[in-house]
């Protein structure tokens, strides 16, 4: 029996990485999936690698930082399907800079596409699984919305900001026969991530040994994640943050005193 059959699940940032792995890994489970992506060569892509596989899979253009591209994602998913029954926000923009230099408008790019765009389709998607009585609602957060790192303080701010949607909107809609879940995935080997970590020579190795489990996660391991949540199996499993990070955040971060490191230095 598979998971997800007949489901209709909306991704956005489908075309690439964490939402790719999704999408195919919803397809493979029985949803047909609406790609939503900025980038049309990767949105396309990701459709027919799904429909070679022999999976269902539409696309459609849009950036998320622009509403009424939100509105127009939704409603083309809505007319062609008749119902929505899973929508993953996971788009991303990152504006990088110290709080004294960071830009004003990196800022606001960083909170349009990687926070309000969250909130826009989840309350557009809403009306729809409320007349459904059914659906279920998916944010990407990541760990940076739990701890911080150097210049990503927009970075961090969205992250904690979807947390703290995915609560409102799962306390509010619990009675509605809606549940919205968080992801915080660990570093994720994507092509987003890797063009990150690219320079200099050797800092990507540095980057996950200090992962506990000593390396990144694939994409498709943050997908099985997003798999459980949006299926029957997390039935009772609303307003949480999964954490999906190769024990990242269970460190503290402290320095350790020399002798008394881990096993493996
Ligand atoms: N890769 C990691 O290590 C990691 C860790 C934690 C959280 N995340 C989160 O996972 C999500 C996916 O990241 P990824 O690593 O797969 O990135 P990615 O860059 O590989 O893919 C992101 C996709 O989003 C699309 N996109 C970007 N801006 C858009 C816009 N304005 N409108 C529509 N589409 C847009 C891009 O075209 C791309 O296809 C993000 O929310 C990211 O913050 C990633």
Known sequence: MMRLQGKIALITGGGSGIGEATAKTFAREGATIMIADRDEAGAARVASEIKAAGGGAEYVTVNVAKPSEVERMVQTTADRFGRIDVLLNNAVYTGVGRVADLALDEWQRTLDVSLTAYFYATKLVLPIMV???????????????????????????????????????????????????????????????????????????????????????????????????????????????????????????????????????
């Open 131 to 265: 007349r459904q009585r059914a659906g279920v609602i998916l944010n990407t957060s990541s760990t940076a919305g739990l701890v911080s790192d150097y210049k990503l303080a927009a970075y961090a701010v969205v992250k904690a900001g979807v947390i703290a949607l995915t609560r409102n909107t799962a306390i509010e809609y619990a009675r509605k026969g809606i549940r919205c879940n968080a992801v915080c995935p660990g570093s994720t080997e994507t092509p987003g991530f890797m063009r990150t970590l690219a320079r200099p020579r050797g800092f990507k190795e540095t980057f996950a040994s200090h992962i506990p489990i000593g390396r990144f996660a694939q994409p498709s391991e943050i997908a099985n994640v997003m798999l459980f949540l949006a299926s029957e199996e997390a039935s009772f499993v609303t307003g949480a943050c999964i954490v999906a990070d190769g024990g990242f955040t269970a460190h503290s971060g402290n320095p350790y005193v020399p002798g008394q490191g881990p096993d493996w230095e």
